[in-house]
């Protein structure tokens, strides 16, 4: 019996590789399976397998051009939107040198670029080309940069004639990715994440604050939210749209920050503090704006702000729920201070990264260390840290993937 795939919407993307022909098998399995399969082929995919043939099995138009001048374009914004996971497979070299340097030149590449969703990639192609550096550093980037999931192609006989590296996936193996990725394995955990800066008030107009973008926590709560948990994330001010299905509760303080989590962190399963809270707060907020006065100088008192994390670690004493997550910013050894912060706050979980790539990089270096041991995730995306995160959440949720 093959896996349920009931209403999942899936975009099957198909590029120029002879392993084409399989994606038609495939097809037919997602079908099977109850997926809605909406494909789109590249220009050269059409030299290997026939649109008609791809529509036949899939019941849906197939897409190949940008513009099509024949049918109403699928927009490569349209087209993302509906879908809960885009699968490539075959994924050619190119298609993959084209997705890792951020080409929109065709269809497939532009509906990749701008879809927000999990990317599956299937690679096929000749041994020297999968060993080739260039692609290589292009599947290392997409993996971790991009937060892509890769089925590492088989070994065998090649259609170039050849035995090597490079054959496609077999498609059982294909499945296997897809539903492991889409499995649901956060099912009704409750999980609060924090994210963002706090936001200091020192009269109506002036605050103290600090450079959070809220990423890391916004990435954390898209992807358990896309696992299936029940996600509320209390965020600090920024510039990012709220997650789809996640229950986002704006606070601007410190203050405010701890009233919001202290407040609902009896009902839920866990709790990840990714917010960089502020530790002090001006002692007092000006009702009105302050004036320049007449000193050169001027002295704002500070007071320390509560511990959030500190007050979760004693609130869960020696239970197991909440499973309590924190973030350490380090600028030197990651692993002795994620330790040493995770005693100190009775957490479970301390994630320590990089205080020059969590502020402006698009990928971190980060340890996870809990009772069991210490991950080092390397340089991954927000994504894949994430991803990582949570299945050590899930872990100690009784949760596997
Ligand atoms: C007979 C034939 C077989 C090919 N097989 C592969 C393949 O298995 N993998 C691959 O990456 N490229 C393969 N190519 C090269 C691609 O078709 C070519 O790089 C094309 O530009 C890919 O376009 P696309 O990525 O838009 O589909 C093959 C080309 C030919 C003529």
Known sequence: ?????????????????????????????????????????????????????????????????????????????????????????????????????????????????????????????????????????????????????????????????????????????????????????????????????????LDPVRFISNRSSGRTGYAIAAMAARRGADVTLVSGPVSLPAPPRVTRVPVRSALEMEQAVLGRA??????????AVADYRPETSAPQKIKKGTDDTMTVKLVKNPDILLALGRLRGTSDRPVVAGFALETEHLVENAQKKRAQKNAHIIVANLAQDALDGDTTRAVIVDDTGETDTGGVSKEALADRLLDICAARCGRSR
């Open 1 to 201: 019996m093959g896996p349920d795939l009931k209403n999942v919407k899936i975009l099957l993307g198909v590029t120029g590789g002879i392993a084409a022909y399989k994606s038609a098998e495939l097809c037919r399995h997602l079908v099977k399976s109850g997926a809605r399969v909406q494909v789109i082929m590249s220009d050269a995919a059409c030299r290997f397998i026939t649109p008609l043939t791809m529509e036949t099995l899939s019941g849906q138009p197939v897409h190949v051009q940008m513009f099509d001048p024949a049918r109403r374009p699928l927009t490569h914004i349209e087209a993302p939107a509906e879908a809960d996971i885009l699968l490539v497979a075959p994924a050619t070299a190119d298609y993959l040198a084209r997705c890792a340097t951020g080409r929109a030149s065709d269809l497939i590449s532009a509906v990749t670029l701008a879809f927000a969703g999990p990317v599956l990639a299937a690679p096929a192609m000749n041994t020297n080309m999968w060993r080739n550096p260039a692609t290589v550093r292009n599947l290392h980037t997409l993996r971790d940069e991009h937060g892509w999931h890769i089925v590492a192609p088989g070994s065998g006989e090649l259609a170039c004639g050849t035995v090597g590296e490079g054959r496609l996936a077999d498609t059982d193996d294909i499945l296997r990715a897809l539903t492991g990725l889409l499995r649901k394995d956060l099912n009704g955990l409750r999980i609060l994440v924090t994210a963002g800066p706090t936001v200091e008030d």
């Open 266 to 275: 009896a009902d839920m399963d866990v709790i990840v503090m990714a917010a």
